[in-house]
């Protein structure tokens, strides 16, 4: 019985919960706080682990739930998933130890727009990095940031408002 791929990481954990759970049935409610699922998933794994009627719902034997999970542990669906998350967390932690470190100016630091590096241009729906490898780059879009950020008032008067993003 398949759980959904971004909820094959929360089987172990679910696992803990169940068996440290206090009664025999399992509800709807019960899944989406399990596994991290809206109330319609959390209906479609009842009927996925073979939910019962019980008065005007359904429920999982927590045994029966238990013993599912335990062997989807088992599947090559879940070794995948498994695998494929710990190379993406290593993926990340190597990118956060091996970060790019470049040298920038000290005036980089706290530039502003007025007094943005050569080759870098902001104009009403225009911003342009002219620059001759990755190190410049780096440095004049460091720059770039920097100025955002300490004249930010500056920047909107320079491009507009606009509409907002969220």
């Known amino acids: ?3 959904p791929p971004r909820g094959l990481l929360a089987v172990p954990d679910a696992v803990r919960q169940l068996e440290r759970l206090d009664r025999d049935l399992v509800t709807r409610r019960d899944l989406e706080r399990l596994f991290g699922v809206s109330r319609a998933r959390a209906a479609q794994l009842m009927r996925t ?3 019962e009627l019980a008065g005007p719902s359904r429920v999982l034997r927590r045994a029966d739930l238990l013993r599912q999970l335990k062997k ?6 879940y070794r995948h998933e498994e695998q494929r998350r710990t190379r993406v ?15 920038v100016p000290a005036e980089s630091i706290e530039a502003r727009l007025a007094g943005l590096p050569e080759g870098v241009t902001v104009e009403a729906g225009r911003i342009e990095v002219r620059f001759a490898g990755a190190r410049e780059a780096v440095v004049k879009l460091f720059a770039l940031a920097q100025a955002l950020t ?7 008067d320079l491009v507009g408002k606009g509409e907002s993003l969220g």
């Not at 989807?72 to 669906?77: C, F, H, I, N, S």
């Open 1 to 3: 019985m398949p759980a």
């Open 72 to 77: 989807l542990r088992g599947r090559a669906a």
């Open 150 to 156: 300490g004249d930010y008032e500056r920047f909107e």
């Open 89 to 103: 967390v290593a993926e990340f932690r190597r990118a956060r130890l091996t970060g790019i470190r470049v040298a």
């Open 49 to 51: 682990f073979g939910a």
